[in-house]
Structures are given as structure tokens and as C-alpha cells.
T-cell receptor
Framework: GEDVEQSLFLSVREGDSSVINCTYT??????LYWYKQEPGAGLQLLTY?????DMKQDQRLTVLLNKKDKHLSLRIADTQTGDSAIYFC??????????????FGTGTRLTIIP | AAGVIQSPRHLIKEKRETATLKCYPI?????VYWYQQGPGQDPQFLIS???????DKGSIPDRFSAQQFSDYHSELNMSSLELGDSALYFC????????????FGPGTRLTVT
């Protein structure tokens, strides 16, 4: 997580928008990702964005990428109690083999206030 | 839709014992990745395989080894277990040409006492 940084905690009122931020250091990242982890569960791939894009929208999720500042954000519209989880930002570097090697951030714990 | 299957889901071992974790990728996925997530930490990449061949290597200790079989399932073998090996071990799978879409299994929680 040292190359990918996130705030540890975020609290949001139900129905409001949540914005989770992430900064990364490697300018050669090919993709940036958001994963969701609920308590005791695995990592769910929420969305990803190619490093040449600056925005991607998927239903309630909006990803913004500022490549110049190496800043990635995830906006969740109309936040619901089911959105409570830890959100991991990740970047990937293409290896010599051709795989995308993921490096994760520390995770942001999103808490929804009723 | 079928997901990545990992077994066992929970495992308790004593120090210096060995453990074997199994991963069954999503059907038709040919690449498997292993990650380790310590308590309160982010997942760390350990190793990956494509067509039974090791493709990339991360921070995997020498005490650990892994392999991929002809049916694409993979096993992570851990020997001389230490207390610090207690973690959640994730397997992920993808198609080689689509490794930007890695789908994770539910994880195996290993506790070393």
C-alpha cells in the first residue's frame, strides 16, 4: 500500500454521495481499479478505468482520473446501507509476461449514517 | 455466474506445520493469481500462473510454493508456518489477455497458533 494511498475512514449520511479518494505514484500504471470488500468477504471488482481515460460512469458509480496529479476518485451516488464496506483503490503495471500486476491501497472504510 | 472457488475457507494450523490452499478459477480462465492480506492490511501479490507456468512473482516467501494443474486449478503450499503467516489468502483468476479483470475468490482465512 505504500505506493497507493487512501484515507482510512469516511462517514456519509444515507442518500448522500460518497467520494473516496486515492493517490498513486507510478506514472506507468495501465489501469486503475476500485474493489469493494465487505466484512469477512472477498474482493469484489467494482469498476476499473484505463489510464488514458479521465472518467467512467457505471450506474451509481463515477470514477474520475487525474493522471497529471495521479489522483483517482470514486463517487457513489445515493449511498445506501449496503454500500458499507472497505473500498480499495488499486493500480496495475503490465509485467514482462503481459499480466497486470495489482498494487492495492490501504483501503477506505465507508460507514453509512442512517 | 460461476465464481472463483477457494478451499478450505478457514484453516487453523500450529507453528511449523504445513498448509495447502486450493483455488478453482472461473471456468475458461487460464490465469491464476495468489494474494495475501494480513490483518488490517491491503492485499499483497504473491505469485501468478498461466498454463501451468509461473508467470509473475511477488513477495512470496521461500517457504511457500505454488503450482497450477492441467485443469487450471492452483494450490498454494506453505511450510514451516509462522505466526506472521496468519492472513486471508485470496486467489483471483482472469483470462491472460484480460488480466485487468481479475476476479477474486472469497479467500481462505489461515490462522497459525
Amino acid at each position: 500500500g505504500e505506493d497507493v494511498e487512501q484515507s482510512l475512514f469516511l462517514s456519509v449520511r444515507e442518500g448522500d454521495s460518497s467520494v473516496i479518494n486515492c493517490t498513486y505514484t507510478d506514472s506507468s500504471s495501465t489501469y486503475l481499479y476500485w474493489y469493494k470488500q465487505e466484512p469477512g468477504a472477498g474482493l469484489q471488482l467494482l469498476t476499473y478505468i484505463f489510464s488514458n481515460m479521465d472518467m467512467k460512469q457505471d450506474q451509481r458509480l463515477t470514477v474520475l482520473l487525474n493522471k497529471k496529479d495521479k489522483h483517482l476518485s470514486l463517487r457513489i451516488a445515493d449511498t445506501q446501507t449496503g454500500d458499507s464496506a472497505i473500498y480499495f483503490c488499486a493500480e496495475s503495471i503490465r509485467t514482462n509476461f503481459g499480466n497486470e500486476k495489482l498494487t492495492f491501497g490501504t483501503g477506505t472504510r465507508l460507514t453509512i449514517i442512517p | 455466474a460461476a465464481g472463483v472457488i477457494q478451499s478450505p475457507r478457514h484453516l487453523i494450523k500450529e507453528k511449523r506445520e504445513t498448509a495447502t490452499l486450493k483455488c478453482y478459477p472461473i471456468p475458461r480462465h487460464d490465469t491464476v493469481y495468489w494474494y495475501q492480506q494480513g490483518p488490517g492490511q491491503d492485499p499483497q501479490f504473491l505469485i501468478s500462473f498461466y498454463e501451468k507456468m509461473q508467470s509473475d512473482k511477488g513477495s512470496i516467501p521461500d517457504r511457500f510454493s505454488a503450482q497450477q494443474f492441467s485443469d487450471y486449478h492452483s494450490e498454494l503450499n506453505m511450510s514451516s508456518l509462522e505466526l506472521g503467516d496468519s492472513a486471508l489468502y485470496f486467489c483471483a483468476s482472469s483470462l491472460l489477455g484480460s488480466s485487468y479483470e481479475q476476479y477474486f475468490g472469497p479467500g481462505t482465512r489461515l490462522t497459525v497458533t
